[in-house]
């Protein structure tokens, strides 16, 4: 099923530049406008995604997951 | 107490472009190189942290809360 | 832009039964065929996406999220 | 120290079905009415817990980790 | 329902010392040995489990939302 | 780049007692005057930082990710 809109407010798209597989969770670096985006989802959804180096995606964050730090 | 580093993986460095307040949580729009990123934290902590426009401050994400999409 | 998959295993697709609006995040209420779901998000996502009682939705959920009790 | 009640809006109850374990994470399949819930928690609580397949669970997810997607 | 146990790892004992209500999340702040925890929860959820200020209660957080900083 | 401070209210300064390694993420222990706080990183985090046991450092929980269970 295709998703229209999301709420979620934190899009940051670009291509995958490396999965490091675990045995339950691995992890995707995305490499987007903003830098590399590091996501942790679980290895099945790596396969029925079918994601590997060079797909285009949307690294998606929800706000109320954004922390604030001033520096 | 000043922090030296933190695991949190995905960085965003910006400027505060806009506050929504509200009475216990607040919205908080950080004005980065490449886009706007929305975070909502608590109302006591934009008071603490003397957050307002202009501010310059990271908003940070830990990996294990990005999703990943295929679009 | 359309959204093909997206990594989240948890999808719960109903009709949003209540939105109880606030100045910066909202309550929605989705009516499941197996209860109701309850989310959060930022009242500016509410506009955005149109939502309102009646409209189509998922409710989605990471599985890093998601906490086991035993009972 | 047995809970009385929780905030977690969310709570759905079932057998756990399959556990995926991994050597710090492990990926907990739990069969609901909704369908099958995943969750991804430490293996030390795995263990703790006593959880393996058939045990009946709830599994529990706060309002502010739901995300909404129009369809 | 009671809830035997529950995989949270992190649970922080103690009394409600002040709650901000908000018109759909508050701010449960919960005086522990740990020093203040402070909670954003649904209003709802405030209401229904009967939450006020010296209420003994748990504070929970699962493994994976914590973050770690060297100082 | 130093962190001057952070919106996350809720921080438990201790020693890391253990960690347990594996390939995408590593649970590490935190031994604070209070009890142990359990945090899961990526594995990658832990390399960056140079965390091993012995290492101080700060536990930080975002507020909206606080849950509240009555006893």
Known sequence: MSIQSINV???FRGKI???IEGSV???VDVDTP???VTSVIT???IRELG???GVEVLALVKA???SIAKI
Chains 1, 2, 3, 4, 5, 6 share one sequence.
């Open 34 to 36: 903003h830098g590399i």
């Open 9 to 11: 407010r934190n899009q």
């Open 43 to 45: 290895t099945r959804s």
């Open 64 to 66: 109320t997951e954004v």
């Open 51 to 53: 994601l590997k180096p």
């Open 17 to 19: 530049k490396e999965i």
């Open 25 to 27: 969770v691995s992890e």
